[in-house]
Every structure is written in C-alpha cells, then in structure tokens.
C-alpha cells in the first residue's frame, strides 16, 4: 500500500502486512489475571489498616497496581469481540448486563442475608445497620468496587447505539434518536463518579446496596472506549460518503491495514488518556488542597492526593504497560471454538471467589485471635500466627 493511499482504495491487492499474536481472547485472559491479583492486594489492605508490619501495606500497593490494568484490557477485548460478534448484539448484551446482576445477586445473598443473618443472631440488632458501619470503616473512601460486568455492559451498550442498524424500528432520521441513546451509559458513567466524589468527601454515606452498580474503571479509560467507537464510526461514514456499500466496509475491516490503523489509533488514545489522566490528577489534587487551606500541609495534601485517587485519576499510568501488547493486537480475531470463551470468565470468578473466600476466612481467624488474646499477650497478634500468610508476605518486610 502507498504511503497515504484513502482507506476506501483498500483492499486485498494493495494490503499490508501486520502480525497480530493478540486477540481478545489474551486480553481477557491477562484482564483476569491482574483482576485477581488485584483482590488479593485489597484482601492484604485489610491486614495493613490493622497491623503496622509494612509488609503488608508493601505488598497490597504492588498488587494494586494491576487493578489499573485489568479495567482497559477488559474493555479493549469487550470492544473487539463486539465489533465481530457473529451473531450481533444480542448475546453480548445479555452476557454482560446478566454478569453484572449476577454478580450484585451474590453481593446481597452474601452481604444482607448470611452475614448480616449472624450478627444479628450474635448481637440482636440489625445487621444491615451493623454490616453498612462497618463497610463505611473498612471502606477507605466511603465505597468498594467491584463489578467489572457494569463496566463491560455499559461499553457494550455504547457501542450498539453507535453503531448497531435497526432493521424495523427507528428507521430514516429516527435513526438520530437511537444514536442519542448512546448518551445513557455515558450519563451512567457520570453518574457513578458523582456518587464516588459525594462518598469519598464525606457529603454522603453512601449504602452498601450501591456498591455493585459503581464503575470499576479510571474515568479517563471510559474516554478512550468512547474515541474507539467513534474511531469505527467515522471511518464507517467515510466509505459511505465515497460510494462504497456496507459489504465493501465489511471487507476492509478485515484487511491489515485496518488492523493496525485501530491498532496504532489505540495506542496514540491510551498515550493521550495517560497524559491527559497525570494532568487532571496533579490540577484536582492541587483544587482539593487548596480547599483546606492556602498553604496546606503535608498531611493535607496526602489527603487531597488520596481523594483524587478515589475518583478514577492517577490510574492510568499503568496502561503503558499494556502498550507493547496492544502493538500486535488483531481486533478482527475471531475462533470457531467457542467454549474457552465460556471457561475463561467461570475460571477467573472462581479464581477470584477463592481468593476472597480464604482471604477472609484469614482476617476473621486474625480478628479473633486478636480480640481474645490481646489482653494477655499484645504480641500474640502478629502476622506470624497467620501460617498461610506470613510466608508470602517476609518478602515484603524491610
């Protein structure tokens, strides 16, 4: 292909070549990988808020980290395996917005009815109250999230307003209607970080039953998800308005040089949301301090930067990291098998359901242990009567 040959003058007789190794399938893969070892960096926050042993606050900030990573991956493979979903829409939708109240289903079983059950049998007074008090200590800034599948389901459904024609409703300029119902999940995504600032400020407490509708995302990667839709969107646009018909687009879409324009056109996105990210947190960090006072204190600012945090900014950083795999990701990548795409998302929520599951298990024997022993023995509550624990974690002690 010539240097600056219009995208519409394509095809397979001028192409280029382009080695994408990554499809959706790595992304996800990789997405839960960080997703759960960003749990166990949550599990160990706990232990840190409770002990002063550093190795514990050392290891949970290292696998937070990976909590910035898992969010754009998933989004990224979510977007491509819209983009050449075989059968449209649907299905995706139904996963993610299934996924997404499966996953809030749990969170009430779980939270109100078998934990907030036992402190009410102990205690006698309601648990849901009992249980929100002590979410609200737990919870740093006021909130947890969670439910990557609000994420997943709110991309999905920005894609299929932009993109998606209606075969019987919302034809001729009705169809500018449909397209205006794109601006639901990003209301919701505004929404979700006007809830998140209210917490974190203390302006509201805001209840448990919430936290499985939060967005699990950076703001700024949303921004990115929407530049991608309408990256596809426009180029579609151009080879109509050059007389070309939807199936000659359909047929670029799987040339290479597609493939590594949205390949190249994804990185230059991610390199602008990083700085445009670094900007907003450095400005809100500064606004937020200077609320304090004129001059704010070291102990101040850290608690400006922490509240900047809180709200999605400073997180993006860590997506240049995923730069290198997104150099050889093919979009348009697709499989005849489609069971590993079933396996990936019940291993991964198993793997996270483990890591909970024990993880708590571990801080309920330590809490104990420490409410009973304290008294006679301060020492008694270190993390060396933590076995399972404690030998991950000598690493991290200074």
């Known amino acids: 292909m010539k240097r600056g040959t219009p995208i519409h003058e394509i095809d397979q007789h001028n192409d280029v070549t382009f080695r994408g190794v990554f499809s959706y399938r790595h992304f996800r893969i990789l997405g839960w990988f960080f997703f759960a070892l960003a749990q166990v960096g949550m599990i160990l926050s706990l232990f840190g808020k409770q002990m002063t042993d550093s190795g514990f606050s050392a290891a949970s900030n290292v696998l937070g980290f990976f909590s910035s990573l898992m969010a754009p991956l998933f989004l990224i493979a979510a977007f491509a395996r819209v983009l050449t979903a075989k059968d449209g829409y649907r299905r995706l939708i139904l996963l993610y917005v299934g996924g997404a109240l499966g996953i809030a289903a749990a969170f009430y079983l779980v939270f109100y009815h078998y934990v907030g059950g036992i402190i009410s049998a102990f205690s006698g007074a309601s648990g849901s109250d009992t249980l929100t008090v002590w979410m609200a200590l737990f919870a740093q800034e006021g909130f947890f999230t969670f439910n990557i599948f609000i994420d997943l389901a709110l991309c999905t459904l920005l894609t299929f307003f932009l993109n998606y024609r209606p075969t019987r ?3 001729g300029k009705a169809l500018y209607a449909f397209r205006l119902f794109a601006l639901l999940p990003i209301l919701y995504e505004i929404a979700s970080i006007v809830m998140k600032i209210l917490s974190s400020t203390a302006a509201i407490l805001m209840p448990p ?8 995302k950076p703001p700024v990667a949303f921004l990115i998800f929407i530049a991608l839709a309408l990256f596809v969107k426009l180029r579609e646009r151009h080879f109509l308005k050059n007389g070309k018909s939807i199936e000659e687009y359909q047929t670029f879409l799987d040339t290479n040089a597609n493939k590594r324009h949205f390949s190249r056109f994804l990185m230059l996105s991610v390199g602008i949301a990083v700085a445009l990210d670094a900007l907003l947190f450095i400005l809100v960090s500064a606004i937020v301090a200077n609320t304090f006072s004129s001059n704010p204190t070291p102990e101040e600012a850290a608690r400006a930067v922490a509240s900047a945090n809180a709200w999605g900014l400073g997180d993006c ?9 997104i150099a050889f990701f093919d979009y348009r990548k697709t499989y005849q098998n489609p069971l590993p795409d079933i396996i990936i998302p019940a291993v991964g929520v198993g793997l996270v359901a483990a890591i909970y599951l024990e993880g708590l298990f571990q801080f309920a024997c330590y809490m104990i242990a420490k409410s009973g022993e304290s008294s006679s023995d301060p020492e008694s509550s270190s993390i060396e009567s933590l076995p399972l624990i404690y030998p991950l974690l000598r690493v991290w002690k200074p």
């Open 317 to 325: 950083f860590a997506m240049v990291f995923i730069l290198p795999f």
């Open 209 to 216: 039953a919430l936290y499985p509708w939060l967005t699990t």
């Open 169 to 171: 409703l919302f034809q």
